[in-house]
């Protein structure tokens, strides 16, 4: 059996099973097997496991959704698939175009240095997927798309930062939630940050697809990158929620990862401050159906919005409520009108200060703009 036969059985069984395509260097060309063997020279037999998982998944593999699927639904599939090729599906690639691929990303990470190797140990070490390397397109426009020439090995800041990230929230020594924190990571972050959401209309139906691996052309496509920088940037808001604990926030802090001095985190809708404790105690103890914790896109993905870190973050049950599916400026200008047309909200209220009562007078919160608005 040669190594494309290989392939396609994998995907025709009832049980995907990567383990069973490792064969690649016995089965190909002399020269992917030095390529491979150069690799294996560099690293720890579960490291060089590890590695070329990734490697071959990324290349030859792709998973395909079943947007009516009752639960989430993805199938492993080969990017030669018929279903690809009929619909000129630009994610088509053929099996020597996939072996390229794989030459050519096996090839780059056997000459990295030492540095630059132990980055992609650490990001493997502590994937919160299975076969995670930070293998990414280039460019969702380039044709053809899953090419040699339109994939590569991804060490930039935004990698460094998110495998940095990880390893302190995992690590128990760092952080004394750590236990939590995974559960945050399966429960919260995971699927938000990484797979696009139901979609069953469209042109581009989608259910819980990578979003790197959805039609280029689709408006929940991202870059595995920017979906890495989403991950950091949603645990890292986590951390700055109020009474967030103080070890991590301290080791956080050291590392670079958050500011010295740095303001409790809001919902960017209400302005509430979100409480760490009672996050947790929703992670712990949730209840079906229902979260006061929820993750947004500031700008929506169907209008002009891209999933990046700068446009994702925590919104409270009550602002999930009220954006919808408006875009910050248009929660803004309904918020507006709202205080404008109600004016039985302009009214003096009453806060406490250590221990007094203080009144705080209603005035001046609309301006002319506000009014012509």
Known sequence: MDYKETLENAVLSNSFRLESCLNIEDNTSENIKQIFQALNNRLSNEEYKSFKKAIIRSAFFIELTNPTAETDSTKYQVHWVEVLRDTNDPRYASYDQCLDICENIALKISNLNDSQLQILKDYCEYSIYNFELPIDYIDKNHTPYHHKDNVDIY???????????????????????????????????????????????????????????????????????????????????????????????????????????????????????????????????????????????????KSSGTHCAKNIGWISDDGNRIQGSLSMDQVNALLRRIYINRPDLHVDFHVNIDGKEVVIEETGLIDNDAKDN
């Open 155 to 301: 060490l930039n800041e935004t990698i460094e930062r998110c495998t940095k990230v990880r390893r302190i929230i995992k690590n128990p020594s760092m952080n004394p939630k750590a236990e939590i924190f995974k559960k945050i990571l399966a429960k919260k972050i995971k699927v938000k940050s990484y797979q696009t959401d139901r979609a069953q209309t469209g042109l581009y139906q989608t259910n819980r697809e990578k979003r790197w691996e959805s039609h280029p052309n689709n408006y929940q496509y991202a870059y595995r990158r920017d979906c890495n920088d989403v991950e950091a940037s949603l645990i890292l808001q986590v951390c700055t929620f109020k009474g967030a604990d103080k070890e991590l926030v301290s080791v956080l802090q050291s590392n670079g990862l958050i500011p010295e001095n740095f303001s409790e985190y809001t919902c960017p809708v209400t302005g509430d401050v979100l409480v760490y404790s009672e996050f947790e105690e929703e992670i712990l103890h949730p209840e079906h159906g229902k979260s006061s914790f929820q993750v947004g896109h500031l700008e929506p993905l």
